[in-house]
Antibody
Framework: HVQLQQSGPGLVKPSQTLSLTCDISGDSVSSKTAGWNWIRQSPSRGLEWLGRTYYRSRWNYDYALSVKSRITIKSDTSKNRFSLQLNSLTPEDTAVYYC???????????WGQGTTVTVSS | DIVMTQTPLSLSVTPGQPASISCKSSQSLLHSDGTTYLYWYVQKPGQAPQLLMYEVSSRFSGVPDRFSGSGSGTDFTLKISRVEAEDVGVYYCLQGILLPLTFGGGTKVEIK
């Protein structure tokens, strides 16, 4: 039974960096059949895929062009987790952020609980 | 980017009646491997989205058989044969053939 548990701040100031973590239980971040995604949801942008990482003999990273210059997704095999860093935040980054797993080609079959992030001074 | 367009925006259904949601993609979702990478999710109030269907018509584990998916190429449909109160939520389609992965705008299903 795979579970994803998110953690991170709910309020971040403009121009600062958002850091969120997704702890994995019941699977391995270095699984050769899994992928690990970050998605956000806001009233103005709907559900927006931000990026993912996955391990296939080496680590791979895919990012949405809309955030590519500002985003970093990392994996931590020692703690079996992955993380999101999004820098140079603006109020437009205010959203609920989710992590989600891909199980081979079954995309986003398990989701974290979501983290409401507000960008405000 | 592939644009996913869902209709209708909202649906009010009497319990026990059927419901149908359309999703159209701006490009074909048929891959050269023969698989069509179209997924359906439902987001119930206050919850994260949850997977319903993958590869057009395969029901995810635990999804009731009153849910079915069909379609090909660029036109897809999610059907609920007999809507129940627990089916209330916003339904989203997702394309998985091309990065960035993109979602439809959502269809809100309510009970009359």
């Amino acid at each position: 039974h795979v579970q994803l548990q998110q953690s991170g701040p709910g309020l971040v100031k403009p121009s600062q960096t958002l850091s969120l973590t997704c702890d994995i239980s019941g699977d391995s971040v270095s699984s050769k059949t899994a992928g690990w995604n970050w998605i956000r949801q806001s009233p103005s942008r709907g559900l927006e895929w931000l990026g993912r990482t996955y391990y296939r003999s080496r680590w791979n990273y895919d990012y949405a062009l809309s955030v590519k210059s500002r985003i970093t997704i990392k994996s931590d095999t020692s703690k079996n987790r992955f993380s999101l860093q999004l820098n140079s935040l603006t109020p437009e980054d205010t959203a609920v952020y989710y992590c989600a797993r891909d199980d081979d080609y079954v995309l986003m079959d398990v989701w974290g609980q979501g983290t409401t992030v507000t960008v405000s001074s | 980017d592939i644009v996913m367009t869902q209709t209708p925006l909202s649906l009010s259904v009497t319990p026990g009646q059927p419901a149908s949601i359309s999703c159209k993609s701006s490009q074909s979702l048929l891959h050269s491997d023969g698989t069509t990478y179209l997924y359906w999710y439902v987001q119930k109030p206050g919850q994260a989205p949850q997977l319903l269907m993958y590869e057009v018509s395969s029901r995810f584990s635990g999804v009731p058989d009153r849910f079915s998916g069909s379609g090909s190429g660029t036109d897809f449909t999610l059907k609920i044969s007999r809507v129940e109160a627990e089916d209330v939520g916003v339904y989203y389609c997702l394309q998985g053939i091309l990065l960035p992965l993109t979602f439809g705008g959502g269809t809100k299903v309510e009970i009359k």
